[in-house]
């Protein structure tokens, strides 16, 4: 058996159809923390990070027009210790290295790769860079 690359469910990603009802919900009603909001270049909020507790996270961004019967999953993420260990190891295994790249707001270092069902999985690596290392048990 070999020894597991992820350390932690780092984050699931969700679409909100109403932001601020969303933050109403998880931040005035269930008490949870804004540890990092997205802003386009005009600086407007589409989407932020909470902090469920013991460095895990949802992420959500806003996705107004979603249908009622759309699932608002957008993807998990599966934090590692070390990416390009990682990188290497899925290429042991025959899969293709993704590219690689830090978000855009966040500085976080990930990687996008795909389960056999096609589901998104994001996997990235907190270091220095990232924004929400403050969070983390040992950041």
């Known amino acids: 058996m070999t020894k597991a690359m992820t350390t932690r469910l780092s984050h699931i990603c969700m679409s909100a159809r109403d932001l ?3 933050e109403n919900f998880y931040v005035g009603i ?3 923390e804004i540890a990092h909001e997205f802003r386009n ?3 407007e909020r589409y989407g932020f990070f909470l902090h469920a507790g013991k460095g895990s996270f949802i992420e959500f961004f806003n996705k107004p027009d ?4 759309e699932s608002t999953f ?5 934090e590692v210790d070390d990416l390009e260990a990682f990188l290497d190891h899925l290429a042991a295994h025959g899969i293709d290295r993704p590219a690689t790249k830090r978000g855009r707001t966040d500085y976080i270092l990930q990687t996008v790769i795909f389960d056999p069902d096609g589901n998104h ?3 990235q690596q907190h270091d220095d860079m990232s924004c ?3 969070y983390l048990p040992n950041g």
């Open 132 to 134: 929400l290392k403050s």
């Open 74 to 78: 957008r993807h998990f993420c599966l």
């Open 121 to 123: 999985v994001e996997i």
């Open 30 to 32: 269930l008490g949870m």
């Open 41 to 43: 270049d005009a600086g």
């Open 66 to 69: 979603a249908s009622d019967t």
């Open 20 to 22: 601020a009802a969303t």
